[in-house]
Structures are given as structure tokens and as C-alpha cells.
């Protein structure tokens, strides 16, 4: 089976283009190009348009790699960061306790799920690597170490390293009130 | 006519987690009386046809003021069958949770799982172990569905909520049940979380036919005398 996904230049749905890569790197075939949306087309009457139905369809076409978790268990975390990454992850009021929360997991764990890469670990860092509070606390040396690790670690592996060199992270902001104009 | 068949019957070949001759699952829930889980009483009942189910509800001493009766005893066996007897045992908690209902089975391997929506889909991979290969495409939607109701419904704002029952709106105008003729996961859990979210109460038409439907529906009986 060939799938075929469509990514938009302005608001790529990044983990699938992981995900898309990881497959191909792994002999089995997922092509994506850029398009108007952010799409996976299964047949003439169904296209899915999230990021999350994408990483889902994508982890149960290709159940070989074991990316949505290897029992009923796993499956279900998977799920459970699935809503956080495009949940409190990506909302600018809830970020700074979903954070928090994230580092606390991430303590005694390489990967968010199991002992391996699963579609939980493409979305998180997508969110994040999208996320210009996440790039700024990086930036200033602030960031929670233990997400620091983890994002870190999955950027040296070659699949993210190229996407983040192609689709370059959010933008940094500048810390309020250091340098700014006195107010007249 | 009403139907009495199951959306969720068992039809595979892959052994559900209950049938591998382990020792039995716990599932520990807790969640907060002020916003009952509907979607659990009718999963809870669909895993009560199938295995010998040991139940049990707690209330903590942080909301023991604010759990009313019928709430309190929930879920119980009433010492009808031994622990030793039981494939699964399902511990409701009664107390104050951030996030939603939560879910622990193995606190040694896994992360809380948290919310409704994710709670109902392992139960539903305990009822159906094939759900997840069996049909690619309708799992997905599904799971859409549920991503809908928790990320817009339950997490949302009054905009977002407003959004997601025009969504539903539009494609109950198809279409009888959420994904086609017969009802499926996504009916039970987005029913249970338009109750609870106040969405219920003044519906545009197409949901609230089907609103009517679910409410008739055999199905949803046991978690219909808990909708105020």
C-alpha cells in the first residue's frame, strides 16, 4: 500500500512528516510533498485533516513498527499525549503547567511511552519544536531539563535533525521590559 | 426499531488482554462526583455481559460532603463474586481530579491516563482487542470524534464548544448515529460529554434527534438515570 500526504508550508503538520520519513527509512513506503492543507487521502470519500488522524492512521496501516504502543495499555498512553500534545501542550494559557507536567514524567524515561519511539514522542515534539514559549525558555537556558533532554536526544537522531533543519523551530522571543523603549 | 445488538461485540482473532490467562486487571478510576462519567456506566456494562467483572466504588474524605447516595454506591458487586473469580476488577475513587477522570492499571510500567474520552477507549480495547486493526479508517474516525470531545467540548471555550455541536450538527444530517447506521463509541462518549458540559439543553435539530435516539436506545439505559 502507498499513502500519500499533503503538507502545508505555513502550518506543517510535522510529526506526520516524521512519521512519514521514519516509515520510509523503515522500507515501507509513505510519500509526502507540499500542498494547500495539511491532508492524508485514503480514498475518494475519506481524507483526514488533524495531525492526531493522521498519526493514527498512519500507526495502524503500518502496525509493524509498533508506534501506537505494543498492547491495549500502551495504545491508550498513546492516546493520553496525543490530546496533550494538540491539547494543554499547544494552548498559551496551559503551557507553563503542561510543561511542568511533562518534565515530571519525563524524569526517569527516554521515551513517553515503552522503551521505544511511539506516535506519542512525534507529536510532543512537534508541539514543542512549533512552540515559541518552548524555543524562548531553550534560548534563555531556562527550560526544564528533563524535556530539554528529551527533545534534545530526539533531534541528534538523523530523521528530526533533518526535518528541524528544514522546517526551522518557532521563533524566539525577546524577554519584555530588559531593552525596551522607556515609556513616555 | 430499537436494536439490542452491541456495537462493540467482540468478532477477532486477536486475544483480548482478559483472555491470555494473566492475572486479572485493575483498573483504578478515580473521578469527580460533579461530573459523572456516563460513558463509563455503559462500557462498564457492555465488560459486565462479557467477563466476571468484580466492581467497587470509593468516595475520599475530599469530597465525602458532596457525593450524593445514588453516586456512592455506583459501581458494586454486592459480594456476588469472589476476587478471586474475577477477570477484571474496576475501582471507582469519588474524589477531587485535575484533568479529568483518570485511569491507573499498571502504575509500574505507565503514565496516568487522563480523561474521559481515553478511559473509554481502553475499556473498548478490552471489549474489542481488534478495534484497532480491524477497520483502519472507521478507528480513526472514531477516534476523531473523541479527539473532538475532548480537545473542543470538554477543554474548550464557549466558542469551541459552540463549534463542535455544529460539527456534530452537520454530520448527523447524513447519517442516523455518529458514524454510520448503528451506534459506535463516539455516540456513547460524546453523548456522556454534552450532558456533562451543558451542551444537551438547547441542541439544534439534527442533535437532538439524536440526543432522543441515544436516550431510547438500549444501550445507553444504564447511564440515562444518572442525566439530570
Redesign the interface.
Same mark, same amino acid.
Given at each position: 500500500m502507498d499513502t500519500s500526504i499533503t503538507i502545508n508550508k505555513d502550518k506543517p503538520a510535522l510529526a506526520a512528516v516524521l512519521v512519514a520519513e521514519y516509515l520510509t527509512s523503515n522500507k515501507l513506503t509513505v510519500k509526502w510533498t507540499f500542498g494547500d492543507a495539511n491532508n492524508l487521502k485514503?480514498n475518494k470519500e475519506?481524507a483526514?485533516f488533524?495531525s492526531?488522524?493522521i498519526l493514527?492512521?498512519l500507526g495502524?496501516?503500518y502496525?509493524s513498527l509498533n508506534l501506537?504502543g505494543q498492547?491495549?495499555?500502551?495504545?491508550?498512553?498513546v492516546?493520553?499525549?496525543?490530546?496533550?500534545a494538540?491539547?494543554?501542550l499547544s494552548?498559551t494559557t496551559d503551557y507553563k503547567n503542561a510543561v511542568t507536567y511533562l518534565d515530571q514524567?519525563l524524569r526517569p524515561a527516554t521515551f513517553?511511552?515503552g522503551q521505544s519511539l511511539t506516535l506519542a514522542d512525534f507529536a510532543v515534539w512537534e508541539v514543542l519544536h512549533q512552540n515559541s514559549q518552548w524555543q524562548s525558555s531553550k534560548a534563555a537556558g531556562d527550560a526544564p531539563a528533563n524535556v530539554l533532554r528529551f527533545y534534545s536526544h530526539l533531534t541528534s537522531q538523523k530523521i528530526f535533525g533533518d526535518v528541524a533543519a528544514k522546517f526551522p523551530g518557532a521563533a524566539v522571543k525577546e524577554k519584555k521590559g530588559r531593552t525596551a523603549e522607556p515609556n513616555i | 426499531a430499537a436494536t439490542t445488538t452491541t456495537p462493540l461485540g467482540a468478532s477477532s482473532t486477536v486475544a483480548?488482554?482478559l483472555e491470555q490467562g494473566q492475572v486479572m486487571l485493575d483498573l483504578v478510576i478515580s473521578a469527580d462526583p460533579s461530573s459523572v462519567p456516563l460513558s463509563l456506566l455503559v462500557l462498564c456494562g457492555q465488560l459486565c455481559e462479557r467477563y466476571a467483572v468484580l466492581k467497587a466504588t470509593y468516595v475520599h474524605s475530599s469530597v465525602s460532603d458532596s457525593v450524593p447516595d445514588n453516586l456512592r454506591g455506583l459501581l458494586s458487586s454486592n459480594g456476588g463474586l469472589k476476587r478471586s473469580d474475577a477477570q477484571v476488577a474496576i475501582t471507582l475513587v469519588w474524589k477531587k481530579v485535575v484533568?479529568g477522570p483518570q485511569?491507573m492499571?499498571?502504575p509500574t510500567?505507565?503514565?496516568t491516563?487522563?480523561?474521559e474520552?481515553?478511559i473509554a477507549?481502553?475499556i473498548t480495547?478490552?471489549l474489542q482487542?481488534a478495534v484497532? $486493526?480491524e477497520d483502519?479508517?472507521k478507528?480513526?474516525?472514531v477516534?476523531?470524534l473523541l479527539?473532538l470531545a475532548?480537545?473542543q467540548l470538554v $477543554?474548550g471555550n464557549a466558542k469551541e464548544k459552540a463549534a463542535a455541536v455544529r460539527t456534530l450538527n452537520a454530520n448527523l444530517g447524513k447519517q442516523d448515529w455518529l458514524t454510520g447506521a448503528s451506534p459506535s463509541l463516539a455516540d456513547i462518549v460524546l453523548w456522556s460529554v454534552l450532558q456533562q458540559t451543558g451542551q444537551a439543553s438547547s441542541p439544534p435539530a439534527n442533535v437532538k434527534k439524536w440526543l432522543a435516539l441515544c436516550q431510547k436506545h438500549s444501550l445507553f439505559q444504564s447511564a440515562v438515570a444518572f442525566v439530570s
Open positions: 485514503v475519506v483526514f488533524n492526531a488522524s493514527r492512521f495502524r496501516s502496525p501506537y498492547d491495549a495499555l500502551q495504545k491508550t498512553e492516546d493520553h499525549w496525543l490530546n496533550f494538540y491539547g494543554q494552548s514524567v513517553l511511552v | 483480548s488482554p484533568n485511569l492499571v499498571d510500567k505507565q503514565t491516563i487522563m480523561g474520552v481515553n477507549r481502553y480495547r478490552l482487542p484497532d $486493526s483502519v479508517v478507528a480513526t474516525q477516534d476523531e479527539d475532548q480537545l $477543554s
